[in-house]
Structures are given as structure tokens and as C-alpha cells.
């Protein structure tokens, strides 16, 4: 019964959104830097803070080895501390483009974030019945997305100048100011005290139940069993997987953002025009729940895949006509269809990242608790992020003239063609895996799987 674990449910909800906030502001800087004339190794470079959750398995089977909370507190007051000193010197930063530093301080937020993760996650597997360990993927999605929402679009709009006169201060009457209602500074202090708050809040109120009969691994003996899980010839196929299942539309989740705000849209405008898709990432984790949390969660997946490419077709179109209607009087309707093709695309983002963390979480043994999970994480992440750095150093010298009276062929275009391709290939190449692997029996993915069970190949 879900009621029984509707209080779970909603505080894990809380702590995803508090990680959806650091990513939200994170992904905002980038936008920043590109309307101060950032180049594409700039952004390359700055895209190495998101790496922390490719790596945090390195260090998540010594946090999973303790109390969940007894982790979760100091990392939390940790970033909430950051927050604070950080607010005192972003705008300068910011301002004289210091992308290095900002690379290394969002890098350090990132590996703190990425612990705080590795606790939610492990905590999550002990907090949720065993018939509702499907919801985690949907509270870390919701969460996620509803801070996402906060740090990025709200933290953009509430900086703007222009958004904050015309739909803040004169919707209050309030006296028209030449900058924005809430500065990067303001924000990212208000959220630094938010977290300290949350925090002090935890430890008063959310005790972490103990199984005392439970086998626990040492930390070595997680390490040992979760390099062992590589010797499994499923693992390794789910690993590849992971890594490269979104190589299809790498383009598109990397450079897309970035190049809208190049070809003139302004970062405001398209922090508003992406607000809708922030109801549209918390609906469609509740409205496929229903698939996922059954015994066939990768058919979300599957089916979702060739609808995605499509609509990274519609998004480059987007991206092409964008700066024809830089002065148009037709702005509108193009607005409109900014927000009818992002939010067709996020439909199935969205679909098959449930569908990928709700097959993640029932394959998952709790006996090594987070760590399963963390690597299953961080191999998805690895893959992602490996995609994003790739694609954003080669975007610098994959810009085509072919001959001195011919067009210039943006990078953008070239990139989303050949992920277009390699992702055909690469759903042809591993349908039949991906069904294999989901109807598999739980227990071949357990560790307490024997030695002598005749390990299954997939070509």
C-alpha cells in the first residue's frame, strides 16, 4: 500500500528537490558565460563540473557503509555553508568571466551534491517498502525537477532586469529598478541558508531506522563485491548500456541550450519559455509509474526511443529559424512553437529516465545499499557527461565552409546528424538486449547470486 509510505515518499522528495536546486543553478552558469561571449571551449571546459556524479562511486561504498544520516547532515551543511560565502563573490565572477574558477567551485559544489546522492539513495532503498521502492525513481525525478525548476528558470527570471520590471514589479506596483528583483548574489545566499535550515530541521525531526540483523558488507568487501559485479556478462551488457544509449541525441541535450541563446534568443526569455516543461517533468514520472514499477520498466525505454530522435529533428529545425524571428512581429507563434517541440522532446527525456531508474532500482541490492544503485548512476552519468565534454570541445572545430561562396554548416547541425545516425544503429544493434536484461530473474543480479550459476551471454 502506497499510504503507508506517503511520508517517505514526500521527505525524499524534499531532499532530491534540494540536489535539483545546486544542478539548476549549475546549469544556469553556462547560459550566463554564453550571453557574455563564452566560446565553445569555454563551455567544454566548465562542462568538467558535472563530472562528480560520473565518479561517485569512488567514494560511495564508504559513505553507504555508515548511517545514512550521519552522512547526510555534514555534506548539507556543507553546501549550505558554500552557498553563503559563494553569493559574496558569483556576480564578479561572473562578470570577468572566470570560467576556471568557476569551473573548480561548481566542481566542488557538484561533489558534494553527489554525495549528498549517494545518501538519498541508499536511504531511499531502507525507507520505501519493498513493494514501493519503484516510487524512488519518481520522487528523485519530481524532486529533482522542482529544484531544477527553482535553480534555474525562477534564479534566471528573478536576476532579469527586463522580466523583473515587466512582470514582477509592475504586476506590484512597485517602483521600476535597472536591475533584476533578486540578484545571483541574494539567491544564492537565500539558498545556502535554505539548506542549513532543512538540515538542522532533519536531525530534529527524521530518525534512520537500523536493521541490526541485516548482513552488512565492510567498506573493502563492498569494493571487492562491486568490482565483482563486472564479472556478471549481464551487468557488463546493462553497463555498456548505460553508457551509451544516449549517444542517439548527444547533441542535442548539450549544445541545443547553448546555441538558442547564441542565435539571439535572450537567457530570460528562454528560462520562461522552458518553464512548462517543468510541469511536464513532474507529470510524466507519475503518469508512466503504472509501466515502470512493474516487472517491465525498460519498455518505457524502448518505446520512447525512436519518438525522441524525431523530435531532436524538430528541436534543430527550432534552433535553425530561431534567429529569423530575432525582430519579427510573428515572435509569438514561435515562442509557442518553442514550447511545443521542447516540451513534445521532454515527454520522452523524461519517460526514459524513469524508465531507466525504475529498472535501476528494482535490479538494485540493498545489502550493498546505495553503492548498487551509485554505480549503476554513475556509469549512466559517466556516459552522459563523457558525451556532453566530447561533443562540446569537437563543436570548437566542426564548423564546415565548404567552398568561400558556399553557407557556413554550423557544428550544431553537423553534431545532430551523426548522433541522429550512430543512435539508429545503435537501437538496431540493442533492442534484443534490452529486453533480455529486463526479464532476467532478480536474483541474477543480486550478490548473493552463486559462483556456479551459468553466467548467460548476449552478443
Avoid at 528537490?17 to 539548476?24: F, K, N, Y
Avoid at 512581429?329 to 521542447?342: C, N, W
Avoid at 516540451?343 to 540493498?366: C, H, Q, T
Avoid at 550493498?368 to 544503485?373: D, V
Amino acid at each position: 500500500m502506497l499510504k503507508q509510505d506517503i511520508y517517505s515518499i514526500w521527505f525524499l522528495i524534499l531532499l532530491y528537490l534540494l540536489q535539483g536546486v545546486i544542478i539548476g543553478i549549475t546549469i544556469s552558469i553556462p547560459l550566463i558565460l554564453q550571453s557574455k561571449g563564452a566560446t565553445w571551449s569555454q563551455q567544454a571546459i566548465f562542462s568538467f563540473a558535472y563530472w562528480p556524479f560520473s565518479l561517485k562511486l569512488l567514494w560511495a561504498p564508504i559513505i553507504d557503509y555508515g548511517r545514512r544520516k550521519s552522512w547526510l547532515l555534514p555534506i548539507q551543511l556543507l553546501i549550505g555553508t558554500t552557498l553563503i560565502i559563494l553569493s559574496f563573490y558569483i556576480s564578479q565572477l561572473l562578470i570577468d568571466r572566470q570560467h576556471i574558477l568557476l569551473t573548480v567551485i561548481f566542481l566542488y559544489l557538484y561533489f558534494l551534491t553527489a554525495s549528498q546522492d549517494i545518501c538519498v539513495d541508499g536511504w531511499s532503498l531502507k525507507m520505501l517498502t519493498k513493494e514501493n521502492v519503484g516510487w524512488s525513481s519518481t520522487c528523485q525525478i519530481v524532486g529533482q525537477t522542482i529544484g531544477l525548476f527553482i535553480g534555474n528558470v525562477v534564479f534566471l527570471t528573478l536576476e532579469s532586469e527586463d522580466l523583473s520590471n515587466n512582470y514582477i514589479r509592475k504586476l506590484f506596483s512597485i517602483e521600476m529598478k535597472d536591475y533584476g528583483f533578486v540578484s545571483y548574489s541574494t539567491f544564492i545566499f537565500i539558498w545556502g541558508i535554505i539548506f542549513i535550515v532543512i538540515t538542522l530541521s532533519i536531525v530534529l525531526f527524521k530518525d534512520e531506522i537500523i536493521n541490526q540483523e541485516e548482513k552488512r558488507l565492510t567498506i573493502f568487501e563492498t569494493y571487492v563485491v562491486t568490482i565483482k559485479l563486472l564479472d556478471k556478462s549481464w551487468f557488463r551488457q546493462l553497463a555498456f548500456i548505460s553508457l551509451t544509449y544516449l549517444w542517439g541525441f548527444g547533441a542535442t541535450y548539450s549544445m541545443t541550450n547553448i546555441k538558442l541563446i547564441q542565435n539571439g534568443l535572450e537567457k530570460e526569455t528562454f528560462a520562461l519559455l522552458t518553464a512548462p516543461l517543468i510541469i511536464i517533468k513532474i507529470l510524466v514520472p507519475f503518469s508512466v509509474s503504472h509501466l515502470t514499477s512493474g516487472t517491465q520498466p525498460l519498455n518505457v525505454l524502448i518505446n520512447s526511443y525512436i519518438p525522441r530522435m524525431v523530435t531532436s529533428i524538430l528541436v534543430a529545425i527550432i534552433v535553425y529559424i530561431t534567429p529569423l524571428f530575432h525582430n519579427s512581429s510573428s515572435k509569438f507563434y514561435y515562442y509557442l512553437a518553442v514550447i511545443f517541440v521542447l516540451g513534445l522532446n521532454e515527454i520522452f527525456v523524461s519517460s526514459m529516465r524513469v524508465s531507466k531508474l525504475a529498472f535501476y532500482a528494482r535490479i538494485s541490492d540493498s545489502t550493498i545499499g546505495g553503492t548498487y544503485l551509485t554505480f549503476l548512476h554513475t556509469i549512466s552519468n559517466l556516459g552522459l557527461h563523457l558525451t556532453e565534454t566530447l561533443i562540446l570541445f569537437s563543436a570548437s572545430y566542426l564548423t564546415l565552409k565548404p567552398c568561400p561562396s558556399c553557407q557556413t554548416i554550423d557544428a550544431y547541425y553537423i553534431e545532430v546528424t551523426f548522433c541522429l545516425f550512430i543512435g539508429i544503429l545503435w537501437l538496431i544493434w540493442k533492442y534484443r538486449t534490452l529486453l533480455d536484461l529486463q526479464n532476467l530473474p532478480l536474483s541474477k543480479w543480486y550478490i548473493e547470486t552463486k559462483d556456479n550459476i551459468q553466467d548467460r551471454s548476449f552478443n
